[in-house]
């Protein structure tokens, strides 16, 4: 059994739309794949994508390189091999 299912968008309930939506419309620009599975919930999904996209494009924390790449594998991306 895959741990991950990729949603389709034409079998989305109307509130799970109204998140997909809101993520594609947001400074992500698509829907990443923790939304899609936040999005069997939700409840959790409306407040953890706003959530993402406030730590990660809205707090002065966040640096220009960080916006363009994905922060969790930065470390990974940086080391040598």
């Known amino acids: 059994m895959a741990r991950y299912e990729q949603l389709e ?3 989305l309930t109307p509130e799970q739309r109204r998140i997909w939506d ?3 419309a947001g400074p992500r620009g ?3 794949p923790p939304v899609h599975v936040w999005l069997k919930s939700p ?3 409306d407040h953890a994508h706003k959530l993402g996209a ?3 494009f809205g707090t002065p924390y ?3 390189a960080d916006r363009n ?3 969790c594998h930065s470390a ?3 080391r040598t091999v």
């Open 9 to 11: 968008e034409v079998k």
């Open 22 to 24: 809101e993520c594609k």
């Open 30 to 32: 698509s829907v990443p």
């Open 43 to 45: 409840g959790l999904a």
């Open 54 to 56: 406030y730590v990660r």
């Open 62 to 64: 966040t640096t220009e």
């Open 69 to 71: 790449r994905n922060p």
């Open 76 to 78: 990974l991306l940086d």
